[in-house]
């Protein structure tokens, strides 16, 4: 997946932009249809950006995300147990659907950190201050 880099190298970015500017990456990833063939590159490319925007955030971590992360850390170590010999993706279909619910569920959890501590207040999809925008407990994994 060839992209190109948008910003340049003295534009100054505020911490909400860069956070915003992943969120943007991650959820126009989440839209992309992805050949067969270019999967695993998709699931590369998401998986760098979720880890991207946890680096971001990493400074504002509560026990609630950090308890995330070490599950996802430890999720992700299983997967790959699972998936590869070390080395070579031994189940091209299950390494990708695995990392992706892995991957997911970190997104998520970023989010409700992100949430719980009003980090990019309204305009985060568009929204003004009287609109909510609320979780759904009933999303399932695909």
């Known amino acids: 997946m060839n992209e190109t880099n948008t910003y340049g190298g003295d534009e100054n970015l505020s911490f909400r932009q860069i956070v915003l500017n992943y969120m943007r990456k991650i959820m126009d990833l989440n839209l992309r249809l992805v050949t067969q063939e270019a999967n695993i590159d998709f699931v590369k490319c998401y998986k760098r950006a979720v880890l991207g925007l946890s680096d971001v955030l990493l400074p504002f971590f509560d026990n609630d995300m950090n308890y995330a992360y070490e599950k996802f850390l430890e999720d992700y170590d299983l997967m790959m147990r699972e998936t590869t010999d070390g080395r070579m993706i031994k189940d091209v279909s299950g390494y990708s659907s695995k990392s992706m619910n892995v991957c997911r569920t970190l997104?998520?959890?970023?989010?409700?950190?992100?949430?719980?501590?009003?980090?990019?207040?309204?305009?985060?999809?568009?929204?003004?201050?009287?609109?909510?925008?609320?979780?759904?407990?009933d999303d399932e994994e695909y």
């Open 107 to 137: 997104f998520r959890e970023l989010n409700k950190l992100l949430n719980r501590n009003d980090y990019l207040k309204s305009n985060v999809y568009g929204e003004d201050k009287s609109e909510v925008v609320r979780e759904r407990e």
